[in-house]
């Protein structure tokens, strides 16, 4: 796997985006477009684990939070590849892969960083999709 960073800048409110990417509407709106029918099943705390898994398929990864920063910077440690809503472990496709989000503000607004470990043969899929999930996250904070 190797890390990629991925930015845009958005002119809001640093709690207004936070919402945006943890608030369950909101983040279901953008990470469908990462990965179709993607939810976040758990608590968003420090030291807790999350699911992320989509609707369609049943895949998910299963991520402890491992450090947290409300309304500036959370870093997820996928834990286990999961599928059938996290019932099932599968193969390790990102388990060990990190995945974090960083608000920073300046004069310009605030840029969000989205920062992921991709699997080599996912990467062009991500290069991809996740530029359109941050344009898609810049919309609904600016709305």
Known sequence: MDTHT???????DKREIW???WEDTSFRDWANLIDEGTYMKGKLEENGEVEFISAVNGYGVTSLVEELRPHEYVRFHHQADT???GSDVRADEWTGGTE???????KEGVTLSMTLTIPAHQLPLFSDRVPKALTRIKELAEA
Not at 6 to 12: G, K, M, R, V
């Open 19 to 21: 919402n945006v990417l």
């Open 100 to 106: 974090s989000y960083l608000l920073e503000e300046s």
């Open 83 to 85: 599928q059938d809503s």
């Open 6 to 12: 991925f930015s845009i800048l958005i002119q809001a």
